[in-house]
């Protein structure tokens, strides 16, 4: 392969998520990332664009995204503001078109990786609304009778957090892989390239303490990695003997986000 992606510095990936980044830049087709919240799909994006020395573009897609948002937007406000008020030449319709996201990616001289984080968070319409430039990778502006096609075919990597169901023709363009969360062994290994040096035994009765969390039965939001990571930032900086973790949680507030969560953790102390 040309591109091979092997993860980066700041990045664990697993070999079936490398696998599935490397075979979608040869198919030259999106990857799906679906997983639970706190897997690293949004960092994988940026964590592929570094590995690959590529400019990362993202389209952070919310609930009132609409396809065309990230294609262009023809200003028309400006351009009859600009006809009653301004000294620019209202004549060239071209300068008032704005492009979004999926428009700079296609507009880059060199290939960029695209993020289009949390894509059901738009409405159902969304992801069937790009599936002709995804597929041809080229959008035709009416306003100024030009066709925008894309210089260099970028790396479109597509987040989703499972809210909404994807259109199956929609799905049918893309490499699909679901980033399971992260065993004890590879935890470890991320837990070591955010904090490097850190205590043996801090990391390991921390671990464990987190892992025995998230199987507890009641907790409504099982705490992420991102939360793991910042729990061992709070003990750190709280000086907490590694011994102490053994019997409670300390902290719980970081690791735990509903009050629900926090009874069921007090009803079930270590």
């Not at 490097?196 to 990391?203: E, S, T």
């Not at 590694?242 to 690791?255: E, K, S």
Request: with cysteine; glycine share 6%.
């Amino acid at each position: 392969m040309e591109q091979t992606f092997r993860g980066s510095s700041q990045y664990v990936a697993s070999p079936e998520l490398m696998s599935a980044v490397n075979i979608a830049v040869v198919l030259q087709k999106p990857l799906l990332i679906k997983g639970e919240p706190g897997t690293g799909k949004t960092l994988l994006a940026q964590a592929v664009a570094e590995a690959l020395g590529k400019e990362l573009i993202v389209w952070n897609v919310k609930s009132t995204t609409k396809a065309q948002d990230g294609l262009y937007v023809y200003d028309v406000v400006q351009r009859l503001y600009d006809s009653q008020f301004g000294e620019h030449n209202v004549g060239d319709i071209a300068g008032y078109i704005k492009y979004g996201k999926l428009g700079e990616a296609f507009l880059a001289e060199e290939q960029v990786v695209l993020l289009i984080d949390e894509i059901d968070k738009a409405d159902l319409e969304f992801p069937n609304d790009l599936l002709w430039e995804l597929d041809r990778m080229e959008f035709y502006i009416p306003e100024i009778r030009q066709t925008v096609k894309a210089r260099q075919r970028p790396i479109v990597i597509i987040t989703s957090n499972a809210e909404k169901e994807l259109p199956d023709a929609f799905l049918r363009r893309c490499v699909f892989h679901y980033i399971e969360f992260p065993d004890q062994k590879q935890m470890e290994e991320i837990v070591r390239v955010h904090f490097g040096d850190l205590d043996r035994r801090l990391v390991t009765q921390a671990l464990a303490a987190f892992y025995w969390l998230r199987e507890l039965r009641g907790i409504e939001k099982k705490p992420s990695t991102s939360e793991l990571v910042d729990w061992l930032r709070a003990l750190i900086a709280g000086g907490v003997d590694p011994a102490v973790i053994t019997q409670q949680i300390p902290f719980a507030g970081v690791l735990l986000k509903k009050d629900k969560d926090l009874r069921t953790l007090q009803r079930n102390k270590r």
